[in-house]
């Protein structure tokens, strides 16, 4: 079965601290994503990306910068970290667009 | 504006008995649909998916969908304590990227 790996699964950041989430997927999928999950909103698309070296904005993109610096890695950047940031957070992969996503474990992030 | 959208939002069946989750685009473009079951501390993964009008079933679990009315159905029989969990339902057009609805919290009482 495919596989994403996140690190870290949980993360505590001050208001304004930088923050690094990171996702590897083993599957030699194309496609990757971050998404963020919160009661009453399910889940929202902040970027992604069809290969190494792409990104795409997603829906919610204020906040976040994206990388993707191989097939296999993709990484989501909060540079000035705010409390509306606290959140769970998904990486996920897929082989196109419109293909079965496979999602990891999640990272939740508190910023206080 | 929520082009993909789930009801109810929670919903409490007796052990044995049968779920049944609903889902309504409103985008004429989605051509596939799929539902994704979350279990607390996992990320979602899929279930199925329904492309064609009518029934596709896939052990206990059996969705229905109605291109015309642009609804999708998710049927849960024999419910288990492990069918608990929050189920997404996901559309897309052709070579576009998945919608999702905001989920139902499904609650399987022993």
């Known amino acids: 079965e495919a596989a994403v790996t996140q690190s870290p699964r949980n993360k505590v950041t001050v208001t304004g601290g930088n923050v690094t989430l990171s996702c590897r997927q083993t599957n030699s999928h194309n496609y990757m994503y971050w998404y963020r999950q919160d009661t009453g909103h399910g889940l929202r698309l902040i970027h992604y990306s069809y290969g190494a070296g792409n990104l795409q904005i997603g829906d919610v993109p204020d906040g976040y910068k994206a990388t993707r610096t191989t097939q296999e890695d993709f990484f989501l950047l909060l540079e000035l970290a705010s409390p509306s940031q606290t959140s769970l957070y998904f990486c996920a992969s897929s082989e196109d667009r419109d293909t079965e996503v496979f999602f990891g474990k999640g990272t939740r992030l508190t910023v206080v | 504006q929520q082009k993909v959208q789930q009801s109810p939002e929670s919903l409490s069946v007796p052990e044995g008995g049968m779920a049944s989750l609903n889902c309504t685009s409103s985008d004429r473009n989605f051509q596939y649909f799929w539902w994704y079951r979350q279990h607390s501390g996992e990320g979602p993964k899929a279930l199925m998916s329904i492309f064609s009008d009518g029934d596709k079933k896939e052990g206990r679990f059996t969705a229905h969908l109605n291109k015309a009315s642009l609804h999708v159905s998710l049927h849960i029989r024999d419910s288990q304590p492990s069918d608990s969990a929050l189920y997404f339902c996901?559309?897309?057009?052709?070579?576009?990227?998945?919608?999702w609805g905001s989920g139902t919290k499904l609650i399987i009482k022993p």
């Open positions: 996901a559309a897309s057009a052709s070579n576009y990227q998945l919608i």
